[in-house]
Structures are given as structure tokens and as C-alpha cells.
């Protein structure tokens, strides 16, 4: 079965420093997200990119945070200066049609910021 | 703003038992809800969905269950195995032009062997 693949599983980083996360969406889709889970809370939507730009993205996704399709088959988020408030799980998810139709989501990232 | 939440934190099954998890949403917009399973250390996976011209969808052992009228949706889990102790969040969509999903707060399901 097609799968998000997301990598490393584990980052930590020192607050200050930038970080990539990287993932590789499902080939066929055309929809991408990344959303976030803080220890013991809900996951929290981040950004949506469809067609090489952003869709939306919520109040968590400030100047620090970015993200980029550098070629058809990776899709990244870059945080430019972390803090120790970024540590989190991060998930890439993909989606053919559209949040209308479900995603799939990677195994996550886990980020932390010391 | 609107949006997503679910009744109970925690819920504890006995083996072979059925479950059932609640989630209330307050976004009379949302035309398509999900439900996901997720396990320590891993990504949200999709359980079941169902959109909002129905009332029930039945999956394999999983059953969701939507009340419009009240605004709420539920998962039941027949016959509860030691395997589907995890985290499970709802989700909606919110019907604003594909916006993206927004997940309730979770409810843990702990299956006693």
C-alpha cells in the first residue's frame, strides 16, 4: 500500500539552529499538508500546498516556518530559528482530491529543540 | 471559532466488549468527518469516514454513527482488541472551499485483556 514517507524520525536541534523535515508524499497526489502534535495534545494543522503554493496555512505557521516542493517528489518544512516551543511531532500528509476526500499521513517527525 | 471536541479523555474496554468513542463538532458546515487511529510513536491512520448526506457507515468491526441534528458523531468498535488500544481523533472538514481538516482533542481507548 502507498505510503508518506518522512524522515529523520528523530531530530533534536539547538534552539537558534534551522531544521528541514522532509517527506515524500504519495506519487499521485496533489495535495500536501503538514501538521503538528505537541506531547499529549491534538494535532494541529500547520500549512496546505497545492499546485506549488500555499493553500492555507494557520497562526502557527509564522516567518519562521516555510515550505518547498524542490522537486516532484519531496516536499519540506523548514524552520528558520527553532525554539524550545517548536519541539513537537511533525506529520506530512498527502491527499489525492483534497481534505474532502481524507489524507494520509506519515509516521511523523519528532523534533527537539534543546 | 468553531470546532472540533470530544466528550471523553480516556475510555477503558474489556477485551471483547464494544466501544464507543463521542465527538461533538460545532461547525454546521462540515459535510465530511473522518476518524483516525493513532498509535504511540506513529502518524494518524485513517479508521473510517463519512459525509454528512448519511446517518451510518459500517467499516470492518467499525461502525460511525452521525447525528446532524446534534452535531455529534461516534465510533463504535465491536468486539474491542488488545490492538486497538490507541489514540482516536475525529476530524472534520469544515466545507470552506477544501479547507483543511481540523482534529478534535483525542480520546485514549485502553482495551483490558
Known amino acids: 500500500e502507498p505510503e508518506v514517507t518522512q524522515t529523520p524520525s528523530h531530530q533534536v536541534t539547538q534552539m537558534g539552529q534551522e531544521v528541514i523535515l522532509r517527506c515524500v508524499p504519495i506519487?499521485?497526489?496533489?495535495?500536501f499538508y503538514w501538521y503538528r502534535q505537541i506531547l499529549g495534545q491534538k494535532v494541529e494543522f500547520l500549512v496546505s500546498f497545492y499546485n506549488n503554493e500555499i493553500s492555507e496555512k494557520s497562526e502557527i505557521f509564522d516567518d519562521q516556518f516555510s515550505v518547498e516542493r524542490p522537486d516532484g517528489s519531496n516536499f519540506t518544512l523548514k524552520i528558520r530559528s527553532t525554539k524550545l516551543e517548536d519541539s513537537a511531532m511533525y506529520f506530512c500528509?498527502?491527499?489525492?482530491?483534497?481534505?474532502?476526500?481524507?489524507?494520509?499521513f506519515g509516521s511523523g517527525t519528532r523534533l527537539t529543540v534543546v | 471559532g468553531e470546532s472540533v471536541g470530544l466528550h471523553l479523555p480516556t475510555l477503558s474496554v474489556q477485551e471483547g466488549d464494544n466501544s464507543i468513542i463521542n465527538c461533538a463538532y460545532s461547525n454546521s458546515a462540515s459535510d465530511y468527518f473522518i476518524w483516525y487511529k493513532q498509535e504511540s510513536g506513529k502518524g494518524p491512520q485513517f479508521i473510517i469516514d463519512i459525509r454528512s448526506n448519511m446517518d451510518k457507515r459500517q467499516g470492518q468491526r467499525v461502525t460511525v454513527l452521525l447525528n446532524k441534528t446534534v452535531k455529534h458523531l461516534s465510533l463504535q468498535i465491536a468486539a474491542t482488541q488488545p490492538g486497538d488500544s490507541a489514540v482516536y481523533f475525529c476530524?472534520?472538514?469544515?466545507?470552506?472551499?477544501?479547507?483543511?481538516?481540523?482534529f478534535g482533542k483525542g480520546t485514549r481507548l485502553s482495551v483490558i485483556a
Open positions: 500528509a498527502s491527499s489525492e482530491l483534497g481534505a474532502d476526500y481524507g489524507y494520509t
Open positions: 506519487s499521485n497526489h496533489l495535495y
Open positions: 476530524a472534520e472538514n469544515g466545507n470552506s472551499g477544501n479547507t483543511p481538516l481540523v
